[in-house]
T-cell receptor
Framework: QSALTQPASVSGSPGQSITISCTGT?????????VSWYQQHPGKAPKLMIY???KRPSGVSNRFSGSKSGNTASLTISGLQAEDEADYYC???????????FGGGTKLTVL | EVQLVESGGGLVQPGGSLRLSCAAS????????MHWVRQAPGKGLVWVSR??????????ADSVKGRFTISRDNAKNTLYLQMNSLRAEDTAVYYC?????????FGKGTLVTVSS
């Protein structure tokens, strides 16, 4: 099972919106509406931001939203803030053999 | 408050063994599936293994199959990862995570370094 494909880096200015893509295959992203997104600050544990494609856990800002089309999922962050600067990882359920497959990660820089 | 606290990491020689633990609190541990996820220095997250709520079913990434064993003790609210025949490429921070199709909580991780 290969890793999902994410851009290595994205950037935006405070107040702007950015979108991070996550491309998989018909065996993972395309087969299940079970993509999750994680935020990770340096030296910290991953934090769940989006699950089941577009749902937000309690306490996560509504500036974070998720969507999917075909084999590609996306995370959009609107109204960028300095504290959003972090690494973001997508993850898809990939079946009962390889449960989770992660993307390579995207470093978000807030200019 | 959900808490997951990993321990057991350290420096080990290639070919050696190590057992990681993940102590869970703040939720009914026996009701949840659990996973191990690792992150090599400067690299991304990689799924390692999962176990169902009663420990009767497990799965592994191909890279660790036959070398690592996941288990749990629901009476002690603890998840384990027995790692044998360790290789340099197993060097990583190992996180435990709660969930089935996604991880809603991760621990802070424990560092495993495989080096001579």
């Amino acid at each position: 099972q290969s890793a999902l494909t994410q851009p290595a880096s994205v950037s935006g200015s405070p107040g702007q919106s950015i979108t991070i893509s996550c491309t998989g295959t018909s065996s993972d992203v395309g087969s299940y509406n079970l993509v999750s997104w994680y935020q990770q600050h340096p030296g910290k544990a991953p934090k769940l931001m989006i699950y089941e494609g577009s749902k937000r856990p309690s306490g996560v800002s509504n500036r974070f939203s998720g969507s999917k089309s075909g084999n590609t999922a996306s995370l959009t962050i609107s109204g960028l803030q300095a504290e959003d600067e972090a690494d973001y990882y997508c993850c898809s359920y990939a079946g009962s053999s390889t449960y989770w497959v992660f993307g390579g990660g995207t470093k978000l820089t807030v200019l | 408050e959900v808490q997951l606290v990993e321990s057991g990491g350290g420096l080990v020689q290639p070919g050696g063994s190590l057992r990681l633990s993940c102590a869970a609190s703040g939720f009914t541990f026996s009701s949840y599936w659990m996973h191990w996820v690792r992150q090599a220095p400067g690299k991304g997250l990689v799924w390692v293994s999962r176990i169902n709520s009663d420990g009767s079913s497990t799965s592994y990434a191909d890279s660790v199959k036959g070398r690592f064993t996941i288990s749990r003790d629901n009476a002690k609210n603890t998840l384990y990862l027995q790692m044998n025949s360790l290789r340099a490429e197993d060097t990583a921070v190992y996180y435990c995570a709660r969930g089935v199709t996604y991880g809603d909580y991760f621990g802070k991780g424990t560092l495993v370094t495989v080096s001579s």
